[in-house]
């Protein structure tokens, strides 16, 4: 499989996309300044205690409380709170857990109220993003997470994936880390530490007990409440838990941006740094890469399902959980090959809603109304087929077999709020009235004239597909009479993303001269 992964930086957020064989099937979008990021440590104080919840609200800083459930809080809860305590009363001079007082494990089975009270202060991670209403989770249960590794303070365990299933290899790799463990830290060793060599787990260990010197230090001078250590961002998180040799290619439109991933994959693979590439055209990058087409086509109510000559989705979101109805359409077939059939768009659609789920970030309970299949062993291929294509998925999911009525219910990890994106336009004729397509031209002309008597070098207009074709086709093209009427050509550049009627101009230095919306 070829993995491409697009980065398109704009002035308050970044746009992310990955690409499996030119096919979209996740997108991020990490705002500039943004308040939560999952993976992020604060310093948080507890506003109130709500018993009947079992769990507390705490002020981080923000306009949200972030939610903290009893279960929550680790079994280690009172050794952070000593160490918390004594690292900014200065007590603890150093960041190391070696002589750091350890206190008894808290009770699993007790009550909120019992450890903590209105006022203090804690050590937290943010677990969940805010989603609608909702503030975001966290924990005070500390995990760093690396490359290879995660480091968990106030814990003595070597855990190892389950997906390691090489009894050897596990072997190999506890012996390894506990060489280097530092005294007073857990680890839990990742999948792709499978067959690394001691150099790179060591190099990943000595990564992460750096993060936990700068929480260190920032606890020590930051006020109450703050945040501490900010996550990597989000192109580096996504390099950190996909990267592997199914990368051909990671493109970018920020030079800064480019660097900084250079030398992320400099340190994790050197040999591999030349696949980061910076993009430097007047055609923005997710265009070129297909993706704005790609998003118009993936998102709304409706989803066609490829290949499948008319099969579709029918997607519908509620408040307890998400409905995946899986319909024909025109694809019929006679009665004879119809069970063959029904199991054939059933799989393709299964493909498809694999992908859908890992796009639009859905989680909590999804179910799955598949076309109706009579033979039980069509129904168990679907089912093994379904789990297999969620392999991918990165999230945790639990998926069930077929009920007694041929759907499927699954759960899935819900982390950060599901991504929506609007596939509908506004109706230009609500008023009645709009402007006719020919005047929208004169005004585009009238707005290169005008430029052109200020702006002396490469103009650059960007309007709707249909619109693009309308001015360029044939010799005697819109496109080619401004070239001979002003002795300047104007480079037209279609965008999937806009309105019908929509158009912007550009200068060479990607300056934005002129807009216009209808």
Same mark, same amino acid.
């Given at each position: 499989?070829?993995?491409?992964? %697009?980065?398109?930086? @704009? ?49 981080? =800083? ?28 200065? *007590? ?45 989770? %966290? ?13 968990? $303070? ?62 260190? *230090? ?34 970018? &439109?920020? /030079? ?13 693979? $050197? ?57 024909? =359409? ?50 168990? @291929? ?6 297999? /294509?969620?392999?991918? &998925? ?11 009525? #041929? ?20 109706? $230009?004729?609500? &008023?009645? /009235? ?22 002396? #070098? ?15 086709? =044939? ?44």
């Amino acid at each position: 499989m070829k993995k491409e992964l %697009i980065i398109s930086n @704009e002035e308050d957020a970044s746009k992310i996309a990955l690409l499996e064989d030119g096919r979209l099937f996740e997108l991020h979008e990490q705002k500039t300044k943004s308040d939560f990021v999952v993976g992020d440590l604060f310093l948080g104080k507890i506003k109130k205690l709500a018993p009947n919840l079992n769990a507390a609200f705490v002020s981080i =800083g923000t306009d949200k409380d972030a939610f903290l459930h009893y279960q929550d809080l680790g079994p280690q809860f009172l050794s952070y709170q000593k160490f918390l305590k004594n690292t900014i009363s200065k *007590k603890q001079q150093t960041p190391s857990l070696k002589n750091a007082e350890h206190a008894k494990d808290i009770d699993k089975m007790g009550t909120v109220d019992k450890v903590l009270a209105a006022g203090d202060v804690v050590l937290l991670q943010i677990t969940k993003e805010p989603i609608s209403t909702k503030g975001p989770r %966290i924990s005070t249960q500390i995990s760093l997470t690396g490359r290879f590794l995660v480091l968990i $303070p106030f814990d003595n365990k070597i855990s190892i994936s389950k997906k390691v299933s090489d009894g050897a290899e596990k072997e190999r790799l506890k012996t390894l880390i506990e060489s280097i463990r530092p005294e007073g830290f857990g680890v839990i060793i990742r999948t792709v530490a499978e067959g690394k060599k001691v150099a790179e787990l060591h190099n990943d260990m000595n990564q992460l007990v750096k993060k936990w010197e700068t929480t260190f *230090k920032n606890i020590q001078k930051n006020k109450v409440p703050s945040k501490i250590l900010s996550e990597e961002d989000k192109a580096s998180s996504i390099l950190r838990d996909n990267f592997n040799q199914d990368f051909v290619s990671i493109i970018c &439109d920020d /030079e800064k941006m480019v660097e900084d991933m250079k030398a992320y994959i400099e340190v994790i693979a $050197p040999e591999r740094k030349n696949i980061v590439q910076f993009y430097d055209s007047h055609i923005p990058l997710l265009e070129y890469y297909n993706v704005e087409k790609q998003l118009k086509q993936s998102f709304g109510k409706h989803v066609n399902i490829p290949a499948s000559k008319g099969a579709y989705l029918v997607i519908e979101h509620t408040e307890a959980l998400h409905v995946v109805d899986v319909n024909s =359409g025109n694809n019929i077939s006679s009665s004879s090959t119809n069970k063959m059939h029904a199991l054939t768009v059933n799989k393709m659609a299964a493909t498809e809603i694999a992908r859908q789920l890992r796009l639009r970030d859905m989680g909590g309970i999804i179910v799955v109304d598949f076309i109706d299949m009579v033979d039980a062993e069509h129904r168990k @291929e679907l089912y093994e087929h379904f789990r297999d /294509e969620m392999k991918r &998925d990165k999230a945790r999911h639990k998926i069930l077999p077929p009920s007694k009525f #041929g759907l499927i219910q699954m759960t899935r990890q819900r982390v950060r709020a599901e991504k929506s994106i609007e596939t509908n336009e506004e109706n $230009p004729n609500k &008023d009645g /009235e709009i402007i006719a397509p020919i005047v929208i031209i004169e005004k585009m002309e009238d707005s290169i004239r005008t430029i052109m008597a200020t702006e002396k #070098g490469k103009l650059f207009l960007h309007v709707h597909p249909f619109v693009e074709a309308y001015l360029t086709k =044939g010799l005697a093209s819109i496109q080619n009479k401004w070239f001979i009427k002003y002795k300047k050509w104007v480079t037209i550049i279609p965008r999937d993303s806009f309105k019908m009627l929509e158009f912007h101009l550009y200068n060479a230095q990607k300056k934005e001269l002129i807009s216009f919306s209808n």
